[in-house]
């Protein structure tokens, strides 16, 4: 069944629970459906070995080619059954996804329950009828989160409310039956100081400097910051040109919250010891975004636990803080659950939630794509091309228009649409047309250079559509004018781009043809398992491993600050490194690793500060591209690392502490006589 087909079915379902993004049904409703959809579902849960699942609840996705197969025990026994369990399958590449609501403090929970079951079902009657109490109630009014256990609780709770069996009756709960699971046993409520999360920043915080080097927030956008904390970020912005406006319960309690382009919900969710009101806070902050919801929280590696007392799924901490860590999968769900809407990972506890299925395209069009040096890339290929006569005259005429062109042309690796080059019309005036000028192009630098920019960049787009299928495809009609331009010119049609990078997609489940591909990379180092390369490396490596680790970055967000990417040959993995001060360090210290399992869609992370096992890196110039600044440099001060006895054959060298050891064995300075320049003196600011 392909996208068109699914969507088709979807739309003509009869019964089902019918949502703004998705149409909800019982399994037992599914035989009174279409045949095809029915058959479809029963074979994709065989050949997905999901059988087993134990969902009684399919959901089908009006906007997206996916299917979430949900878990709700009591169904037909109880009011509001709880999710327990979903799996999410991406019908377009079968990237499967698990999650388990078992554990959590603030699951979903499941409203009219007789719109999933067909309308001959006896049962519906009296679910039915408890939907219309709940109605006459006013309990779907509200604009309070309801989709939630504990928000529902507490609504029915402010209404003096509670259930006998599928009846609605007057409640005599009482507020400490709300909160005895917080309590810990303890018999207080802990008291929890807020406003002590709050920090002083002098600098931009993570998610809104991921926001700016994105593209997603721009001078032309408002800003809202959604619990400003003392309004670093606003002053960072503002300072930048950037227009802001910020609030905060605590530091701007009076402050309007008004709409915003792009809205930060930056390291909130964490610091709110309710998991209700964490609902609430992230549903609101959406509620003010017309573009871009930016959403961040502390992660679970992070956290230093040592002193901290257990609340809730969370701990306070010595300051009398709560804190409330997350892995990356855990608050992308929480996101999306939340908000019904798709989470984009941004970096490792940063997520981008846009409004429309075209931005968030454009999105991911420009974390794939390379910027082009022309001039470079034209001088490689044609340094000494001699120039004709009539070239000459003309192009000295117009060098600075012409060289703009050509640099714009090289950049989309095709002729400019109007609108994509400003000078269209001082263009034709000076030379005629478009084409004229491409040809005068060539004849400058040869076609081989034009196509090799053609060939960029339509490499560029065949990793692009094949992360598409990882994460989920956008319709052709979610492309922008000159991507749909794009796609034709490079790939032949939207079609037949799919094909080729859905072949090259599932081309990363072999692992002889990605140990090959390392083995053919131009940069990077290899062992017998792994092979190595620094972040500039990557868009140089062929598709194969782009997509292969492009794959991991969809898991775990932007990886513009890793320093070492390191992909496991024939396990389905791939590492991203982080060491200390990579660049001006003698030998950088490791300070964080995260590994991404693909085959089990899991991130792990790890820190590296233990004084006793802390990894140095060596011999960084083998992991760079030939043309690194630095790399002569670097060659300088390993030359003298081998004369010390650090053998370059091996990954791992000595640990800090026994590299510090060998230096005071031959009575030299650990770190600054390895960053001594060739000139033999001592270069200031160089120790770690």
């Known amino acids: ?43 994709l849960c065989a050949r997905m070995e999901v059988q087993e699942n134990g969902h009684n609840v ?43 609501y078992s554990k959590r403090h603030n699951p979903p929970i499941l409203h009219r329950k007789e719109a999933l079951l067909a309308t001959t079902d006896p049962r519906s009657t009296a679910f039915r009828e408890l939907t219309l109490m709940e109605e006459s109630h006013g309990l779907y009014d509200t604009d309070a989160s309801i989709g939630f256990k504990r928000n529902w609780e507490a609504l029915l709770l402010e209404r003096g409310l509670g259930y006998d069996g599928h009846t609605l009756i007057e409640s005599q709960l009482e507020d400490a039956e709300r909160v005895a699971d917080t309590q810990n046993g303890t018999g207080e409520v802990p008291v929890i100081h807020r406003h002590r999360t709050a920090l002083t920043r002098y600098s931009l915080s993570k998610p809104v400097r991921l926001a700016v080097e994105h593209g997603v927030l721009t001078k032309e956008r408002t800003f809202f910051d959604y619990g400003c904390g003392r309004g670093d970020d606003l002053s960072g912005l503002a300072n930048l040109g950037h227009t802001v406006a910020g609030w905060d319960p605590t530091f701007r309690p009076d402050a309007e919250r008004t709409f915003a382009s792009v809205v930060n919900l930056g390291y909130v969710l964490n610091v709110i010891e309710d998991p209700a009101e964490r609902v609430d806070a992230l549903r609101r902050a959406y509620q003010l975004t017309s573009d871009v919801l930016v959403v961040a929280a502390l992660m679970q590696h992070t956290a230093n636990a040592a002193t901290c007392r257990p609340l809730a799924d969370g701990h306070v901490t010595s300051r009398g803080t709560f804190q409330k860590t997350y892995d990356q999968q855990e608050l992308r769900q929480f996101i999306e659950d939340a908000l019904d809407a798709t989470a984009v990972p941004a970096a490792l506890g940063v997520f981008f939630v846009f409004r429309s299925a075209e931005e968030r395209q454009a999105f991911y069009s420009r974390r794939y794509r390379r910027r082009i040096d022309w001039d470079a890339l034209s001088h490689r290929l044609y340094p000494r091309r001699p120039r004709k006569r009539k070239l000459d005259s003309v192009y000295e005429e117009h060098a600075e228009l012409l060289d703009a062109f050509w640099e714009q042309m090289l950049e989309v690796g095709r002729l400019p649409l109007a609108h994509e080059f400003d000078r269209h019309g001082e263009l034709r005036e000076a030379v005629g047309s478009p084409k004229r000028a491409r040809r005068m192009f060539v004849e400058k630098f040869g076609a081989e250079t034009l196509d090799a920019a053609f060939q960029m960049r339509r490499a560029d787009w065949l990793v692009d559509l094949a992360l598409g299928f990882f994460r989920e495809q956008s319709l052709f009609r979610d492309y922008s004018e000159s991507e749909q331009k794009d796609i034709k010119t490079f790939l032949g049609s939207y079609k037949q781009g799919l094909e080729e990078a859905k072949a090259l997609l599932f081309s990363i489940a072999d692992a002889d043809k990605i140990e090959k591909a390392c083995s053919q990379a131009a940069a990077g180092w290899q062992d017998h398992q792994d092979f190595y390369c620094h972040r500039d490396v990557l868009p140089d490596l062929a598709p194969l491993l782009r997509v292969y680790v492009g794959c991991a970055a969809e898991l775990l967000g932007d990886t513009g600050e890793v320093d070492i990417i390191k992909i496991h040959m024939r396990t389905g993995k791939v590492t991203f490194l982080y060491y200390q001060d990579f660049e001006r360090a003698a030998f950088p210290e490791l300070h964080e690793r995260l590994k991404v399992d693909l085959r089990r869609q899991r991130i792990d992370a790890f820190n590296h500060h233990d004084p006793e096992r802390q990894q140095v890196l060596y011999f960084r110039s083998r992991f760079v591209s030939p043309n690194h600044p630095l790399l002569p440099k670097w060659q300088r001060h390993e030359a003298r690392a081998r004369k010390l006895g650090l053998d370059d054959r091996e990954l791992m060298g000595p640990w800090k502490h026994e590299l510090e050891a060998l230096f005071q064995k031959g009575g030299l300075t650990p770190w600054l006589v390895a960053m001594r320049p060739h000139g033999g003196r001592s270069s200031p600011g160089c120790s770690p």
Do not use: W
């Open 58 to 100: 399919v959901k089908f996705s009006t906007n997206e080619f996916r299917v979430s197969l949900l878990s709700y025990p009591g169904f037909f026994e109880t009011p509001h059954p709880v999710l327990s369990s979903s799996t999410t399958i991406e019908l377009a590449s079968g990237e499967t996804r698990f999650f388990d």
């Open 1 to 43: 069944m392909n996208a068109h087909r699914f969507k088709e079915l979807v739309g003509c379902l009869s019964a089902g629970k019918r949502l703004p993004k998705a149409v909800y049904v019982h399994v037992e409703a599914l035989g009174s459906l279409d045949g095809e959809l029915s058959s479809f579902i029963e074979q």
